[in-house]
């Protein structure tokens, strides 16, 4: 579906929350380190979770420890690396393991990147990412780059908003949802996802096959979400009316 309506202001009561994080919660920047957690954002998050009796959770590209960091160890859950590492509140954290490859992959990247003005490189503990919102000129070069180190690196290809990332195998967002819906304060709730990209597209069919739904932030396009908002600040917004509504 292309074309969606915006979600109800009731859509969370009796439901489990998963947020996606960059182009959801924050705007996207050039460089991935220039984006901040305000103290307003923090405190929506809490007031969610504290709402939701604790049914909420990050699910992002970002490394879990990244996210940690933003919210200043916040005491929800956090699937980061496209579900390849999962923080649990209790301190329990489980993350595949890197491959040496990523090492040559990361150096190879860095050659084109001081090559090519605005490209940036983002080393990840299960990843490395070529941004190139800087400039875009370089798309056709860094996905070519990209594609061959993925090919004879035999790890996977992810694309993304102005990026293109070479990572582990074996999870995304979808799996990520579902190991996050097994948690006893998950169980039996359903699942609704908020997501900006194409990398978030597994949670948002996650959602809808576990009886929930997903929201799609951004422009409208093909999508397994039901609902969607038309930006950051739609979302926020959004957020705190189901907040309020969950009080009520």
Do not use: C
Not at 54 to 71: D, K, M, N, Q, Y
Not at 114 to 134: D, I, S
Not at 171 to 191: C, E
């Amino acid at each position: 579906m292309t074309h969606l309506p915006p979600p109800p202001a009731d859509l969370l009561r009796d439901a489990a929350l998963f947020l996606d994080f960059d182009g959801t919660l924050v705007e996207l920047q050039e460089r991935p380190e220039a984006v901040r957690v305000d103290a307003r954002l923090a405190a929506l998050v809490a007031e969610l979770s504290q709402a939701l009796d604790g049914r909420v959770a990050i699910i992002s590209g970002r490394p879990v420890e990244g996210i940690r960091a933003l919210f200043g160890d916040p005491p929800f859950a956090i699937s980061g690396s496209h579900g390849l590492e999962v923080a649990w509140p209790d301190g329990r954290q489980t993350r595949a393991e890197r491959p040496a490859a990523l090492d040559i992959i990361v150096d190879r990247m860095t050659v084109f990147a001081t090559a090519t003005h605005g490209v940036l490189v983002e080393e990840k503990p299960l990843g490395a990412a070529l941004h190139y919102r800087a400039a875009p000129q370089a798309e056709a070069e860094a996905h070519a780059l990209a594609t061959r180190l993925a090919t004879d690196s035999g790890l996977h290809l992810q694309t993304g908003k102005m990026m293109i990332e070479v990572r582990v195998a074996g999870a995304d967002k979808g799996t990520a949802l579902a190991t996050l819906m097994q948690a006893p304060a998950m169980a039996g709730h359903r699942p609704v996802f908020l997501g900006d990209d194409d990398t978030d597209e597994p949670a948002m069919a996650a959602a809808a096959a576990l009886g929930g739904a997903g929201v799609l932030i951004g422009e409208p396009r093909p999508t397994a979400a039901a609902w969607r908002l038309a930006g950051v600040a739609d979302t926020l917004s959004w957020l705190h009316a189901a907040t309020e509504s969950l009080r009520r």
